[in-house]
């Protein structure tokens, strides 16, 4: 675990301490979770997709405890939030994106149809960023609101595929910066809004990033498997200076992971943590010792 300072400059090595899972599993379920998506609100609430329930979950960060359930009439995938209480949730089965009021429980308000696959999704300044997926072609999509496509890229100015395997897609800082994952070039793919690659960051050749969840401008946490699931890890990159340190270790099935700076809290979702199997649940690290002088916990 690490400490990064307000200034994003300055990493201090410090301690997670694991505190009391959150369930997640409702009763009528059968089958256990598969916890795909997760999105932080700003109301101190994070919404999952269970892509194996067919389901969205809505859990309030201050007591730890699952407030709501809606099911879905397909998988969902990725989650994030957007404006009003609101979260988009992508159902790439069906080519839709689906759109969810939280406030006071989860109500759909909207469907936007596309015309491939959506799977990751991010949104920034009334505009979605997806990865898309039509037949064999992989790309991303600039979309507004409404899913009119101003922006799809499928290849480089040299006519290779762009992104080889887009799977999860954020943006965030000041700048703002877009980062995808790209588990069939073991690597995350740093971009500007207009979907020009700025630079692409190679990790380990035998990581499969997936989820990842954007701090700043340059750093994001990196959910990083294996083709075996077995020893994932979560990672913090730094996306300037290509350096990566685990946060994370030991984790079997690493779904997606998300920081909270205003409870100083990490939550982790995975099919098994510490030989304990945790599918149901969503994990949460506190630390010791908590801000000091303006660090961020991560």
Known sequence: MYLVNANK???????????ADILVKTVPEQSDCMLSGMA???????VLCDSENNSLKLVN???????????????????????????????????????????????????????????????WQDTFIVTNKKGN???????????????EVVNDTQGRPLIKGPSYVSVGGLTPTLHVSDKKHSSVTKMDLQLTIRDRIAL????????????????????SGTLSGIHDKLVLLNSETGESRIIIDGVHGLMCAGYSEELEKLYVSCLEYELSDVRNSVLVFDSVGKKQQQCLLI
Request: charged share 15%; with cysteine; proline share 5%.
């Open 137 to 151: 072609k992989r790309s991303l999509a600039v979309m507004d609101i409404d899913g009119h496509v101003s922006t």
């Open 204 to 223: 380990h050749s035998s990581a499969r990033p997936n989820a990842m969840f954007q701090l700043d401008d340059n750093q994001l946490l990196v959910c």
């Open 40 to 46: 932080l609100l700003p109301d101190k609430r994070m």
């Open 61 to 123: 960060l201050e007591s730890n405890i699952l407030v709501d359930s809606l099911h879905l009439s397909s998988r969902p995938h990725a989650v994030c939030g957007i404006p009003e209480s609101c979260v988009a949730v992508t159902l790439p089965m069906v080519h839709k994106i689906q759109i969810f009021s939280t406030q006071p429980n989860i109500e759909m308000t909207k469907i936007i149809e596309t015309s491939g696959s959506c799977q990751g999704i991010t949104f």
């Open 9 to 19: 400059n300055l990493l201090i090595t410090g301690k997670l301490i694991r505190q």
